[in-house]
């Protein structure tokens, strides 16, 4: 028997006759409830030993119907994070063009380790992007069992890149950097969002959302006042630069500093587009968020601690910030010079006691 504990409720999942099963028991999953869940499974299985309980007949949903109904769901369930429903649509619109009309409940392993091959030959995505792809896939499928659109979830036998593999990380050196400003100043808001990216480690939608009243000239300070968790909510001192910037762009009747005219989001998406166009243009390969990657990496190579470079990334933990360091062989070898100072002073020391 398996039972196991998704979201804090006991599922179960067994095989009978070389067919698989599945159902949540709808009992939180605390130790008073196992054995209760357990006894679920049972009965469950020795029903369909019996004949007394059927296969439940599956909706039949074409994949773009369904997928338009769960993005619906998703877009709501996640209101208060709404960066995560945009990332599901992102996803959805390859799985779309994919798997066309076919029905969900037809869609198994291995339709999707072809979509897997295609999404890596036809547009050369990296790990993380595939990675992102099917997570959002599986989170679809979850629903669709809930919706009887299918009976389990495919997705749950189809190896997905880890965590080690589809981490894209690139630090931009001061070459790539002065190449890339020179080509995006023909796009103001491009070249003042990539710079504050820079200058300030900020996310790129923070900086989009950031309102005229988060800005604080005369402190010299600029406030983040929304985020998913309590540390991403965080005031910043401002380099000089960064307060010419944004003294620029206070001027103009509206609440932001980067107007948006249409939905949220789709200013970075615009934005995302021309810096792929200057990255075609200079032959670079980085994306927007790789400047924040770079600035963690700056500062912790100016020897700011792992503590404080959390708290000015918005990250609670010291841990996910480690991700982001990226030593030079020249910032490792400047270590071991300081190193070995250190231990000839020690030494000397020592003699002279």
């Given amino acids: 028997m398996s039972i196991r504990n998704r979201g804090g409720i006991w599922h179960y999942r067994f095989k009978l006759d070389a067919k698989e099963f599945s159902a949540t028991t709808d009992l939180s999953a605390t130790e008073r409830n196992r054995n ?51 990332r599901l649509v992102t996803s959805f619109a390859s799985l779309t063009n994919f798997f066309g009309n076919e029905p969900v409940s037809l869609i198994g392993e291995g339709r999707i380790e072809a979509y897997k091959t295609w999404r890596i030959a036809e547009h050369k995505v990296r790990d993380v992007t595939l990675r992102h792809d099917l997570h959002a896939l599986s989170k679809f499928f979850r629903y669709a069992v809930k919706q009887r659109w299918a009976r389990d979830n495919p997705t749950r036998n189809v ?58 000239i005369d402190r010299n300070q600029l406030h983040i006042q929304k985020g998913k968790t309590l540390a991403a909510r965080r ?37 995302s587009g021309a810096h792929d166009r200057v990255c075609a243009k200079t032959k670079l390969n980085f994306v927007l968020y790789d400047l924040r990657h770079t600035f963690a990496t700056r500062m912790a190579q100016a020897g700011v601690d792992l503590a404080t470079l959390a708290a000015i990334l918005g990250h609670g ?24 100072a250190l231990m000839k002073k020690t030494r000397a020391e020592e003699r002279v006691q």
């Fill in 159 to 216: 190896t997905i890149p880890s965590d080690a593999d589809s981490i894209r990380i690139h630090v931009v050196t001061n070459e790539e950097e002065t190449l890339y400003f020179l080509h995006a100043a023909h796009n103001q808001n491009l070249y003042d969002l990539a710079r504050l990216i820079l200058l300030q480690g900020m996310r790129p939608e923070e900086i989009l959302s950031l309102p005229k009243s988060g800005v604080d």
């Fill in 317 to 340: 933990s010291i841990r996910i910030v480690q991700r982001y360091i990226h030593p030079t062989a020249e910032h490792k070898r400047e270590a071991m010079v300081r190193y070995e």
């Fill in 235 to 271: 005031t910043l001192d401002l380099t000089s630069e960064s307060r010419l910037i944004l003294g620029r762009r206070m001027a103009g009747t509206s609440q932001w500093l980067f107007p948006s005219p249409r939905r949220p989001g789709w200013h970075l998406t615009k934005l």
């Fill in 36 to 86: 209760k869940a357990r006894q679920m499974e049972a009965e469950h299985r020795q029903g369909l030993m019996e004949g007394r309980r059927p296969l439940r007949r599956i909706v039949v949903r074409p994949f773009p119907d369904a997928a338009k109904e769960f993005l619906e769901w998703a877009k709501a369930e996640h209101r208060a994070h709404p960066n995560t429903s945009r």
